[in-house]
Every structure is written in structure tokens, then in C-alpha cells.
């Protein structure tokens, strides 16, 4: 069935240094795909997107790889700083209603 | 300001009874969703709205009832035919272009406590 899972539910980086987080998906179909932020107690940012036609995008700090040949997605973050910590999460959408799948989320913690 | 919010922030239910979860946007968005988060785990859809009138079900949308008479307002019904209501509970919306994926908009979130 499709799913959308993670590599690494905790991630731990000190403070100035560049943070990955990972994601696999499992639905070839799927041409969109989107990374959220959540804090705690918070309903989920909007961080980057990528359609299936790039394979890489960059935005303020972050920056997402897709590579559909394995079906992996990646989200950096360039000088993780203590309000980058959160809960990430990757989503994908196969359906023509906006339709997203979310994986289980990657707690990112940064210490000073 | 616009945006999506949400209320009320925290809502205690008694086992049995019904609780209306309410979720309004200013962002002239055509699509609202709900979603369901339980502790540690990622978001599973309830319930969509495309168009005003019209909802279809999610993924687990057994338990749950939902309407779209106006295009801010989409209130999500927990019935008590939900057996496991306790969650936060998120709302949603997107712009919908034909043959274009758009971001979410998410609204603050509500805390469902069953006692």
C-alpha cells in the first residue's frame, strides 16, 4: 500500500551545524511532495515543497533532494540553530484532490 | 490577519456524548481537511471538502461527521461511535488549481481529552 516512512525517528546535531532528515516513500506515482515543521503543541508549518519534474529545490536554509530512481526524499538544513528543533514530517500526494500522505516524523533536537 | 484557526484549544468529553470541533479560514480557500495526530505519530485524514456542499471520507473517517455550508467553516462532529476520540485533532485548507498541487494551511490544532 502506499506509505511514507522515515530513516531516523530522532535526530540529534549540536547548534551551527548542517541537519539531514530523510524520508522514503513507497508509491512511484507520487509527484509531489512536502515537508512540514511542527512544534510542540502546534499544528504543522509549511517548509518546502518539490514537484516530481525537479530534483532538487532549495529555500532559506533548506534545501530538498528527490531522488525517484529509489524513491527517496531529503530534507537539509543549513546551520541548525535551537528554533530549527521540531518534529519533521514528509507528506506525498498520488491523488488529484490535494490528497497527502504523511509519514510517522523525524524529532530533530539541537543542542547548543 | 489571515489564516485558519481553530476551537476551542483544549475540549473534555465525557464518554457517550458528542463534541463539535471547530475550524474556520479567511483565506478564500476552496479545500479544508481534518486530520487526526496521536502522540508520536504522523497525520491520518478524516475527512476533505473540495467544493461547499461536498466532503468525501479519509482514511478513517468511521466515528466522525462532517459539513461544508459555508466555504470558511467546516466543524468536525466526533460522535460517540468513535472509540478512541482522544487525539489532536487538525484542520486544514488549500488552495485547489486544476492540475496543481498546493500546500496545506494549518490551523493551531485541537486537544480531545475523553474522560
Known amino acids: 500500500g502506499e506509505s511514507v516512512g522515515l530513516h531516523l525517528p530522532t535526530l540529534s546535531v549540536q547548534e551551527g551545524d548542517n541537519s539531514i532528515i530523510n524520508c522514503a516513500y513507497s508509491?512511484?506515482?507520487?509527484?509531489?511532495f512536502i515537508w512540514y515543521k511542527q512544534e510542540s503543541g502546534k499544528g504543522p508549518q509549511f517548509i518546502i515543497d518539490i514537484r516530481s519534474n525537479m530534483d532538487k529545490r532549495q529555500g532559506q536554509r533548506v534545501t530538498v533532494l528527490l531522488n525517484k530512481t529509489v524513491k527517496h526524499l531529503s530534507l537539509q538544513i543549513a546551520a541548525t540553530q535551537p528554533g530549527d528543533s521540531a518534529v519533521y514530517f514528509c507528506?506525498?500526494?498520488?491523488?488529484?484532490?490535494?490528497?497527502?500522505?504523511f509519514g510517522a516524523g523525524t524529532r530533530l533536537a539541537v543542542h547548543p | 490577519d489571515g489564516g485558519i484557526t481553530q476551537s476551542p484549544k483544549y475540549l473534555f468529553r465525557k464518554e457517550g456524548q458528542n463534541v463539535t470541533l471547530s475550524c474556520e479560514q479567511n483565506l478564500n480557500h476552496d479545500a479544508m481537511y481534518w486530520y487526526r495526530q496521536d502522540p508520536g505519530q504522523g497525520l491520518r485524514l478524516i475527512y476533505y471538502s473540495q467544493i461547499v456542499n461536498d466532503f468525501q471520507k479519509g482514511d478513517i473517517a468511521e466515528g466522525y461527521s462532517v459539513s461544508r455550508e459555508k466555504k470558511e467553516s467546516f466543524p468536525l462532529t466526533v460522535t460517540s461511535a468513535q472509540k478512541n476520540p482522544t487525539a489532536f485533532y487538525l484542520c486544514a485548507s488549500s488552495k485547489l488549481q486544476g492540475g496543481s498541487y498546493n500546500e496545506q494551511f494549518f490551523g493551531p490544532g485541537t486537544r480531545l481529552t475523553v474522560l
Open positions: 507528506a506525498e500526494n498520488t491523488g488529484g484532490y490535494n490528497k497527502l500522505i
Open positions: 508509491n512511484s506515482a507520487s509527484d509531489y
